[in-house]
Antibody, heavy 122, light 107 residues
């Protein structure tokens, strides 16, 4: 069964740091791009960051650029999100998501984890 | 950044009715790069449609996507009880953005 399991969320002070992890199983992890998507309480979805299958290419939403770093360890089938200088507006449920694979077009994100919650306190 | 505007914000319908959800982009989006997701309370999103019109694996054929340029739509031909949820469109161009969502609620 294809599965993603996030961990590492919690309560952090404003200005603090946190590292999220996403353990993947049931598929060949290195073959797929991955993303982090967040959802603030009662709000919509916001893409945060993405990384290619081999980790060579990364990109970020403007709202987190320079503060967050996405990485992956393909030997351990794990995706990471290092978050620094956390702000009130970073409080959200953070989902990791696997990109699909198609020949025609952008495949969308076809597998999602259950999410991990980040709370920022003052 | 391409902004996606979804309308209406809320759609109140009964089971068995047809639902049409709109997603308008602030600039042209390749239809190859448009996806739709469904999210139920307390759950992660689920991919419904990719490439504007291709159903993801396991998605019933009552869901269909269409559109091009700046105007896209998701249609649910006959609403089933499990279809009442929030729906998001998403584009992948120079960056990746989601629309604000449309809630389909029971009338």
């Amino acid at each position: 069964e294809v599965q993603l399991l996030e961990s590492g969320g919690g309560l952090v002070q404003r200005g603090g740091s946190l590292r999220l992890s996403c353990a993947a199983s049931g598929f060949t992890f290195t073959n797929y791009a991955m993303s982090w998507v967040r959802q603030a309480p009662g709000k919509g979805l916001e893409w945060v960051s993405g990384i290619s299958g081999n980790g060579d290419s990364t990109n970020y939403a403007d709202s987190v650029k320079g503060r967050f770093t996405i990485s992956r360890d393909n030997s351990k089938n794990t995706l990471f999100l290092h978050m620094n200088s956390l702000r009130d507006e970073d409080a959200a449920v953070y989902y990791c998501a696997k990109w699909g694979s198609t020949s025609c077009c952008y495949p969308g994100m076809d597998v999602w984890g259950q999410g991990t919650t980040v709370t920022v306190s003052s | 950044e391409i902004v996606l505007t979804q309308s209406p914000g809320t759609l109140s319908l009964s089971a068995g009715e047809r639902a049409t959800l709109s997603c308008r982009a602030s600039q042209s989006v390749s239809s190859s790069y448009l996806a739709w997701y469904q999210q139920k309370p307390g759950q992660a999103p689920r991919l419904l449609i990719y490439g504007a019109s291709y159903r993801a694996t396991g998605i019933p054929d009552r869901f269909s996507g269409s559109g091009s340029g700046t105007d896209f739509s998701l249609t649910i031909s006959r609403l089933e009880p499990e279809d009442f949820a929030v729906y998001y469109c998403q584009q992948y161009g120079s960056s990746l953005t989601f629309g604000g969502g449309t809630k389909v609620e029971i009338k």
